[in-house]
DNA sequence: TCTGTTATTGTTATATTATAACAATGTAAT
DNA sequence: ATTACATTGTTATAATATAACAATAACAGA
């Protein structure tokens, strides 16, 4: 499950490590804050190890928050086919896996016929705490 | 069509007016350069029209790409599902009007049995000019 | 018409998010 | 040792967005 951290740099290992421990999705400077007593002092390190992290599918980044949620999933690499569930009220994110969702989507073909190799879905509504 | 534009106060229907003239989605200080012989000289001044013509939905924020896109829906007020592809080459933008896709997720529900009132998504691709 | 209420606008300042640019260091193969 | 390449450190700045408050306009009810 976390076999793949052994390939990452000190930095982004920091980084994720970081998130990973947080059960909501972190902003950058957030994470910053957190990783100064580590030694990253600066934004361009923490944006540098996002981005890695986002692109081998360790994170993802939740674009209606400006924000990065650790990947739950056991292979980690799904960086092309990402659903969230966001509650706007809690702000509470979660991950959904939902392999019909997934197929029908990466499936799905525009009126000219053009199919796409990536997509981000974002729910929104309130979650069963908040209602 | 552009019935609702009498609604609007005079600075919504500014911004309104540049982004629809717009065949790209438009950044808020792209924006805010445009408007600025119509009087309009400070970033609030248009983030207010742009966070009203979203809630609105006259306009749709791009979150992928923090711009915005003008509705073509005739009724132009479905703010709450929303669907795009973008090209990663040429950053083309277009607004995707399926009604199976969109009652799809209406329809979705999690694995709690959650349903949502809203939805993003995002496609990323390369348009066929680019290919 | 007056008056209170609400929406809209104008304005300054500042917060938040993100990247450019370049120097320094580490790593690993030859 | 030398080269090549990835990673890190650092400073500065760009790009995106909001807080806070004053001024004005729009408008309904007395």
Redesign the interface.
Known sequence: MAQKKEYLSKNQKIVLDIIEKSAQPMKAYSILFNVQKKGLKAPPQVYRALDKLVEIGKIHKI??RNAFIACRNSACTITNATAF?IC?SCEDV?E?S?SK?SK??SN?Q???G???????????????KCK
Chains 1, 2 share one sequence.
């Open positions: 674009e209606s569930s706007e979660k959904i939902s969702l029908y989507l799905f525009d009126k000219e053009m199919k796409y190799n990536k997509y981000n879905l974002e729910f929104f509504g309130i979650c069963k």
